[in-house]
Each structure stands twice: as C-alpha cells, then as structure tokens.
C-alpha cells in the first residue's frame, strides 16, 4: 500500500491537500455543525488538532472549492457563497503583561481588516469597538454576514496563570473583546471558539450566552484526533507490522463521552521515528504549574486511580478558584472512563488515558513531591526489580534510601511530612510508574487498604501509618512476621490489615505470592522506620 507524505507540524488545511498528505476527513462535522446551529465552543488538549480545523472551516467559508476535492463537504456545501472570515489565533508567542494583549488585539483585528478590504479609525476607537466595526464593515463590504474563528482562546490567560493577578488582567482584557460578538449578532454567520481550557461563563463569557458547548458532546467526540478506524484506513500503510493492542495501550483512550481517540501528534511523530514507543505529545508541554499546584494542595496523589466527579468540576474554572482536578482534565492527563448518574446527577468517573501520559505523569509527579529527577530512573529501576522478584527485604531496603534521598529543601515552607497522605502518595507516584497495576484504598468487606500493587504475578497488599511523634524503640526494625507470636502488635500497619482481612479476596488469586506488607513513617525523622509483613499461603 502507497504511503501518502505525513503532516508534521502542518497546522493548515491548504498545504496538506495541496502536498497530497495523509488527512483525516473531518469535513462532515464542519457541515454538521453548520446545520445544527451558528456558535459554538470547544475544549480539547494541545496538539489535539484544533487549529487544523479551525483552518478548515474558514477555507470551506470562503469557498475554496479546489481544496475539498473527494471529501465530505465538497458535495454537501453550496460554494457559489463566500462569506467574509474574520480570525483571531493567540497561539504565537507569550504574552507577559495587558499592554502586551492589547497591541496583539490590535494587531490581529487590523490584518483581518487589511485581508477584508476595510478599516478603522484606530484612533478613535477602542479595541471593542473596532472589533464591532470591523464585523460591520465586512457584512456591509462583502454583502454575506460575517464568520469568526477563535483559535487559543485562552492561551494569554494560561501562559500567566502562576501569576494569578496577571491572568486576571489577561481575562478582562479577552472579555471585553468577546463581549463584542453578542451585539454584533445580526451580523454574524458563524462563531467558532477553541481553547485548552473553559472559563466560566461569568468570568469570560459573560453575556455570551448563545455559545454552544460541544467539548462533552456525543456528536463531536471524534472531531480532533483519530480513531481507531482513521488508522486502519488514512495510515495503514504507515503502520504495516506494528501491534496494534500495543499502539493502542501506548497512545488511544482520550475520551469525550464517545469513541475513544489518539492524538494525532502522538500518531505522526510515532510513524516518522521508526515505531518507537515514547512520550511524544508529554514533552511538547511539561506540567509545571499543575504540580506545583497539587504540592500546593497537599493532593493525595492516589485518587489519580478513582476519580467521580460531577460536570461542574469538569466545565469551567476561574483564575481565583482553580481545581487541579479540572486542570487534569482539560489539559488532557484525564480522561472520562465512565459516566454514572446517582440522585438524578449525572457524574464522570476519570481515569488516565494511556500508558504515555501515565508514565510520563507519575515521573512528573514524583519529581514534583520529592525533589529527586536525576536518580528517578534508578530509584525505578531497583523498586521493580524487588517487586517483581517479591524480595521484600530489598523492597524495604529500597524505600529506605529513597525517602532518605530527598533533598530537604523540597519540605522548605510546607509542612508535607506531616501527613499520612504525603508518603501514600510518594509510593503511588512510584509505583504507577512502573507500569504496576495500582489500586488504592482498596475496598474488602472489613475496609479498604492504602495500595495494593499487583506486578509480575505478585500481589502486595499494603497499609500505611504515620507517627508522629519522636521514633521508638521498635523504630529501625524489619521483620517478616509470624515467627513469634505477639510480634504483629509492634506494628500497626500489619496488625490492622491482619485484623480485618484485608488480603482475603487475593488469596485464591493465580500468581507467584501474596504478601501483607505494614509500613510505619516517621513525621520527624521523614523516612519509613518500621516495616513488618508476611506472606500468605
């Protein structure tokens, strides 16, 4: 099968099908849209596609013809109108202060005004008020109602949201020029707004009420990104001998209440660098300020596994309240693996949606919460290999040197030892990113357990206990329990998982062992001082 050229890096409609490259049609949900209604919204990921269709509508609007040879909407649009596009794209770039936003409003409305044949009295004229005669102008000019095309919407306000006061300002500034778009309703045909992230409607869109948003909508789950049917047609030829159950554990599961997708970037850059298996799409954009923002937070890490949320959490947030957890989502290191309705509410069970961003996460976060990133790989590489051994000694000898390895200035102004959840949230990250299956607070019938890390045919079912005051006398010790009768009660963490059967439910599992496993951390002394576990038959 002939291989057509791959669109790295190309973000517009025109070069892609006049260099004859590999593209998924998505022209059908440009027509969709078009018909059910004139003003819409929608979040999605970076790198998820979004400019390109943006690129799409405003080369269909003005009528090129030419370039929708063979697709969807060349049979299906009525291409004697050419409606007048007026594009605004915050992507270039970073704004750093209003002043900045403001000469780059400028800038953007005067070259739509120049490309339209119109003007402006600059002057004059306030930004929203040149942006309502620019709208005027070409309905008058060109005799069809105006099309606008907002590409990055929030990128301004993102780009400063570790300085909340600067975001602010960005906000205000993005609000007055939208607002423009309701008066200006009779003069408009079509209104099409892409974004990272949704700000709530009070915060930016206030008065801005008839947009649409389709970032949760059945409908339009597939319009950025492939699916698994894009791959076996628009790329097969690309993907002769990769394993597809592979492809997809690495790449697919970003869910919007519809068939799952991959990223196209993660697709492109995988073809062109030879079927090699890395985090593509993760690298593009390091979560910073998310992490910090959990450390902030004192997020216990190990809910990442069992997340339900309602659909407030998910739509919107503002620069003055901001839930990490809707971060997560909109920046796409969540995803929906379910929905669930209780109460007559409809809520969202989240998940991570591949094995890339899951590896690529938990590195992030461990880096995040103990300051270690140089030595990470081989703090990794020795807890797999004691895991998948079973060999709890070295387990234990490893978390030892781990927590005493991290640096003491990632405890500077904040008070993370003290609790329980800091340390539970360590050894999830760590764990997670081993590619272990991890469940947390894991539920039997007498309770739950902190984690339970099932790898290489081990299971592990482990308690945690902080101690808060000065180490005891029992502090230092290791030993696996059962040998002496009474030696459980020196240990909590054991002795409660023994008490209330917490490995029961595992203990006719197939595998290669079964162990209980308590472990004991000390607020003062930041380390792990007692571990004691046992082996069930």
Same mark, same amino acid.
């Given at each position: ?21 590999c593209?998924?049609d998505k ?39 030419e ?7 060349e049979?299906?649009w ?6 007048p ?10 704004l ?20 339209? !044949?119109? +003007? ?7 930004? @929203? ?5 620019? &709208?005027?102008?070409? %309905? $008058? ?14 990128k301004?306000?993102?780009d400063n ?12 500034g993005?609000?007055n ?7 200006e309703?009779a ?20 008065g ?13 789950a597939?319009l ?5 049917q ?5 790329f ?5 001998g990769?394993?597809r159950?592979?492809l997809?554990?690495?790449?697919? !599961?970003? +869910? ?5 997708v991959?990223? @196209?970037?993660?697709?492109?850059l995988? &073809?062109?660098?030879? %079927? $090699? ?5 993760f690298?593009?954009?390091s979560p ?5 923002l ?7 890490l ?12 998910l739509?919107?947030?503002d ?13 796409g ?24 961003v ?7 976060l461990?880096t ?15 807890l797999?290999?004691?895991l ?12 030892k ?7 003491w200035r990632?405890?500077t102004?904040?008070?993370l ?21 991890v ?5 039997s ?21 902080l ?16 040998a ?16 209330r059967?917490?490995?029961?439910k ?21 380390n ?10």
């Amino acid at each position: 099968m002939s291989c057509k050229k791959l669109p790295i890096g190309i973000q517009t409609f025109r070069k892609i099908r006049e260099e004859d490259c590999c593209y998924v049609d998505k022209t059908g949900f440009a027509l969709q849209l078009i018909e059910d209604g004139t003003h819409y919204f929608l979040s999605r990921p970076r790198r998820f596609g979004k400019s390109l269709f943006l690129d799409t509508l405003a080369e269909l609007f003005s009528g090129r013809r030419e370039l929708f040879t063979g697709l969807e909407a060349e049979q299906g649009w009525d291409w004697s109108v050419r409606y007048p596009v007026i594009r605004l794209d915050f992507a270039a770039g970073v704004l750093q202060d209003r002043d900045a936003l403001d000469r780059r409003l400028q800038a953007l409305l005067r070259l739509n005004a120049e490309r339209l !044949g119109v +003007s402006c009295d600059w002057q004059k004229t306030d930004l @929203p008020g040149c942006f309502g005669d620019l &709208i005027r102008q070409a %309905h $008058s000019h060109c005799g069809q109602r105006v099309v606008v095309l907002v590409d990055e919407y929030d990128k301004p306000i993102l780009d400063n949201i570790e300085r909340p006061e600067i975001a602010a300002e960005m906000r205000e500034g993005l609000k007055n020029l939208y607002s423009v778009l309701k008066p200006e309703d009779a003069h408009l045909q079509f209104v099409f707004m892409t974004g990272v992230t949704k700000f709530s409607q009070v915060s930016l869109f206030s008065g801005l009420n008839q947009l649409r948003d389709i970032t949760l909508s059945a409908d339009y789950a597939t319009l950025c990104g492939y699916t698994q049917q894009d791959l076996e047609t628009t790329f097969a030829g690309h993907l002769t001998g990769v394993d597809r159950d592979e492809l997809r554990t690495w790449y697919n !599961g970003h +869910s919007f209440l519809g068939e799952p997708v991959y990223n @196209p970037f993660d697709i492109l850059l995988f &073809i062109s660098e030879g %079927h $090699s298996y890395r985090n593509y799409w993760f690298e593009t954009g390091s979560p910073s300020f998310l992490i910090k923002l959990f450390q902030r937070k004192r997020y216990f890490l190990p809910e990442l596994e069992a997340l339900e949320v309602s659909e407030e959490i998910l739509d919107a947030f503002d620069v003055e309240r901001i839930n990490p957890v809707t971060l997560l989502f909109q920046s796409g290191y969540l995803t929906i693996a379910e929905t669930v309705r209780r109460r007559g509410r409809l809520l969202f069970r989240l998940r991570i949606p591949n094995q890339e961003v899951r590896f690529a996460l938990t590195d992030q976060l461990i880096t995040g919460y103990t300051g270690i990133e140089n030595d990470r790989t081989r703090w990794q590489d020795g807890l797999y290999d004691t895991l998948a051994a079973g060999d709890l000694p070295g387990l234990v000898a490893t978390l030892k040197r781990l927590f005493a390895g991290i640096p003491w200035r990632n405890f500077t102004h904040n008070d993370l030892p003290e609790a329980e959840g800091y340390y539970a949230s360590v050894l999830y990250a760590f764990f997670a990113s081993l590619n272990a299956q991890v469940i947390p607070e894991d539920i039997s019938s007498q309770g739950q357990t902190d984690l339970t890390i099932k790898l290489e045919g081990y299971i592990y079912v482990m308690e945690i206990k902080l101690q808060r005051g000065p180490a005891g006398p029992d502090s230092e010790q290791d030993s696996e329990q059962g040998a002496k009768a009474g030696e459980t009660t020196a240990n909590p963490a054991l002795a409660q998982i023994q008490a209330r059967g917490y490995s029961a439910k595992y203990r006719d599992a197939p595998g290669k062992g079964l162990f209980e496993v308590g472990l004991v951390f000390s607020a003062s002394e930041r380390n792990l001082v007692r571990a004691d576990w046992q082996r069930v038959a």
